[in-house]
């Protein structure tokens, strides 16, 4: 039994791997297949992320939240779900917290979060 555990984690952390690594306070854009009816498309769903539940396991959720015509709207997806096609890295945020709540009440430039500034060498 324990073999076929180390066979799904592996196929996990491969498609695990696939994904760019972000935190909390990070912008990323996320591509979603949607099926309506007979036909699939690709829905793109960008924002902040707000958390992320359950690191390295396969129960590994994050939740990124946007503004949607003044209406805060947040979607909780599964890290390995195969309606996720890709993941991009927008903006790297510099936040000090792993769960920022707080964004919940703030709207406009109260909600801003500085970007990590990236050093070249």
Do not use: C, W
């Amino acid at each position: 039994m324990s073999e076929l555990i180390k066979i799904v984690e592996a196929e996990y952390s491969e498609v695990r791997a696939k994904f760019p690594t972000f935190k909390a306070g990070d912008t990323i854009n996320v591509h979603v297949r949607i099926k309506e009816g007979n036909k699939e498309r690709v829905q793109q769903f960008q924002g902040t992320v707000i958390q992320r539940k359950n690191p390295n396991t396969n129960g590994e959720t994050f939740t990124v939240r946007k503004i949607s015509n003044g209406i805060g709207v947040e979607r909780i997806f599964p890290i390995i779900s195969p309606a996720i096609e890709q993941i991009d890295l927008l903006r790297q945020g510099r936040v000090r917290r792993a769960r920022l709540f707080y964004l919940r009440g703030r709207q406009g430039k109260a909600a801003r979060i500085k970007e990590k500034i990236r050093v070249k060498h």
